[in-house]
């Protein structure tokens, strides 16, 4: 009886490790380097697009940052999207010499406004050939729009640029945060990249070529119109291409309880992705033979799993610790979980120097306590997609932002 409870633990078990394995082995080429795509005059004439809600705080030097670019500013427009503004965004915008569009229609979600501006620019200014997606808390490196034009003169139709922070000393979920976004840097877009699969939109510091949105507009019905124009693309069998010369610097929260916020829509968004596009996914690589759909669906399938590895692993446990107390034989698997569990802290911080030393960071940039806490930043996934699984948000929540600094301070 014994045995045949370990042979269905360990049955069940599979798939979970099948997973990580898949993960593990698409991670390790995030140790390899990106090759860089060929230096290209500049030609292509770009807008940059920026959904701001209440941003007048940080707004402004984000537009500065836009206009120190080496690309040249008459290839250069600048849009500004305020939307449920009760402070003065627009204001500032124009000040700093945006355009600003307004939005006619309500506005629930950041895709709502891109979608109202794609309509509006293909009715009223048809002359761009790409857009560039920022938040209004961002700060963009000079050669941003450079690097995006030679990825455009090789072919690409959509690209990610580079996700940094530009507060990760701020406080220890700022840092975790931080840590979270070079891990996906390296070890999702560089990895997928380099095996010419598709790289994933981060919600920012992202460039679409005007091809993508002109005939069918930017519609998404998630709360997270990143995962799910790069689901639509992957699906059309366009890979999103990786692009870590174009940086841009993200503020992330202060804060768990707006981490936690900010997670939940991500994963609610994620889940509402997979239960709309699975199926489209699964008939384009039937059609197409498009591995990138498959590696989609494992994508969008995250939160499914880790519930149900956290749901495995404690039953698990709880089985094997019964039967060691009804019959004193120890499991091996007892061995595996007490490491991991004891020495779960040392490796998330022997990980996070790791991810601090690939990408080129000095420890003293990081908030001390995101060493130590970075383990309970993910692990605190779990509970989220829990939550998202039974009771998924509706309401997209902004995040007040308020760290002022400008490009300068940031580039040495």
């Not at 990580?20 to 004439?45: C, D, E, M, Q, W």
């Not at 940080?58 to 250069?76: A, R, T, W």
Request: hydrophobic share 45%; proline share 3%.
């Amino acid at each position: 009886m014994v045995a045949q409870i370990f042979t269905l633990l360990f049955i069940l078990g599979i798939p979970f490790f099948i997973y990580g394995i898949y993960n593990l082995a698409l991670g390790l080429f995030g140790y390899t380097k990106h090759n860089k795509y060929s230096v290209s005059p500049p030609k292509h004439r770009i807008a940059a697009i920026i959904a701001a809600r209440n941003e007048e705080f940080v707004i402004g030097n984000l537009i500065e940052s836009l206009h120190q670019q080496d690309y040249p500013q008459e290839l250069m427009d600048i849009y500004v999207i305020p939307n449920n503004c009760t402070d003065n965004t627009e204001g500032v915008a124009l000040a700093h010499g945006a355009k600003v569009m307004k939005c006619t229609k309500p506005v629930h979600s950041k895709g709502d406004a891109l979608e109202q501006f794609f309509e509006y620019i293909f009715r009223e200014n048809d002359s761009y050939d790409a857009f560039c997606i920022f938040d209004a808390d961002n700060l963009v490196d000079t050669h941003f729009f450079s690097a995006m034009n030679n990825v455009l003169a090789s072919g690409e139709k959509i690209a990610q640029g580079y996700r940094d922070s530009k507060n990760p000393d701020d406080s220890w979920i700022s840092g975790c945060q931080s840590v979270f976004y070079w891990t996906l840097n390296r070890f999702l877009n560089l990895a997928r990249h380099r095996l010419n699969m598709s790289a994933t939109l981060n919600g920012t510091g992202f460039m679409m070529h005007s091809d993508l949105v002109r005939e069918d507009g930017f519609k998404t019905y998630s709360l997270t119109e990143d995962i799910e124009f790069t689901t639509q693309c992957v699906i059309k069998g366009q890979r999103v291409a990786w692009v870590p010369e174009a940086i841009t610097f993200d503020e992330h929260p202060l804060t768990f309880e707006q981490s936690w916020s900010q997670r939940k829509r991500w994963s609610t968004g994620i889940i509402q992705c997979f239960e709309r596009y699975s199926k489209e996914l699964f008939a384009s690589y039937k059609k197409d033979k498009n591995f990138c759909a498959i590696d989609m669906i494992i994508y969008l399938i995250a939160p499914y799993v880790q519930v149900l590895t956290f749901i495995y692993t404690v039953c698990s446990f709880i089985i094997l610790g019964m039967l060691y107390i009804t019959t004193s034989v120890w499991s091996t698997a007892l061995n595996v979980a007490i490491f991991f569990a004891v020495g779960g802290m040392l490796l998330s911080i022997i990980f996070t120097v790791m991810v601090l030393w690939l990408e080129n960071k000095e420890l003293k940039q990081l908030n001390r306590n995101s060493l130590f806490s970075f383990w309970f930043y993910l692990i605190s996934w779990i509970p989220i997609n829990i939550v998202c699984l039974i009771k998924p948000i509706d309401i997209w929540e902004p995040i007040e932002h308020t760290k002022s600094v400008k490009i300068s301070q940031l580039i040495k």
